[in-house]
């Protein structure tokens, strides 16, 4: 089998690639760089199969897919820069690289015959309210750029494609780039205190888990739309703080705070982040492992990489 990935230089596409290489799957690295740009770990990644890919360029996609010829793709290739897709000089970009990128992936993955799996967001709903999204949820009501662009990739690849996997997660860590977690524990080395929101819901999801699942999933033909996050239930931004401290040995105080209190940033941010994920259970996958688990293994990780 020949995966063909994007977006290796980010969190999850790092996972990914290493991943295949742990199971023999042949993966092909693609990514707007030059050469591969991400975390120099010694991993598979490093040393696999690599394109420059820009995916805004519907002639450049036509031509390394048809070379490449994969039994399938994995997007993870993605604008996430929630607060800078707001600037009006950005928009067109997000859209070209979330939206009409995501596209011409598509329409090559349907003469090719070839199954996509497509990463998305929470972030295609409102945010709002208290009850977990149901993966098969159409009710879409994007509250920022970011998540209107993911929505529109989304939508094209459910309309172009009969053979698609689109996995919605949130609350990204992983190795290979910056997180949530790398800056608590950066903040709190030259911080006593920290004012972290505590009305934002959701769960965390270690890359290195999911990709785990993304490769069993794209070696099934159960096609649909999927969540995928760590177990262990829904907590708040504050509480995954607290959390991080906890396991880095750390001794800053977290002080709760309304997102009010906190201060609007340049996009809106969901309260509700909560992904329902029993489909997976349901569709014979294997869920991912529980949030303070897979936190306690990635910062040992970093302790590795500091050393």
Known sequence: MKIFVTGVGGQLGHDVMNELAKRGIEGIGSDVAQTYSGVQDGSAVCTMAYHQLDITDKDAVNAALHEARPDAVIHCAAWTAVDLAEDDDKIEKV????????????????????????????????????????????????????????????????????????????????????????????????????????????TPTYTYDLARLLVDMIQTEKYGYYHATNEGGYISWYEFACAIFEEAGMNTRV???????????????????????????????????????ALKRYIEVLREDEE
């Open 255 to 293: 002080i709760p705070v309304t997102t009010e209190e906190y201060g609007l940033s340049k996009a809106a941010r969901p309260f509700n982040s909560r992904l329902e994920k029993s489909k997976l259970r349901e569709t014979g996958f294997t869920p991912l492992p529980d949030w303070r688990d």
């Open 95 to 202: 859209r070209a690289v979330n939206a009409e990128g995501t596209r011409y992936i598509a329409e090559v993955c349907k003469e090719l015959d070839c199954p996509m799996m497509y990463i998305s967001t929470d972030y295609v709903f409102d945010g709002q309210g208290t009850k977990p999204w149901e993966p098969d949820c159409r009710d879409y009501k994007p509250m920022n750029v970011y998540g209107q662009t993911k929505l529109e990739g989304e939508l094209a690849v459910s309309g172009i494609l009969d053979k698609y996997f689109i996995v919605r997660i949130a609350w990204v860590f992983g190795r290979n780039g910056n997180n949530f977690i790398k800056t608590m524990i950066n903040l709190g080395k030259t911080h006593d205190t920290l004012r972290v929101v505590s009305d934002q819901i959701g």
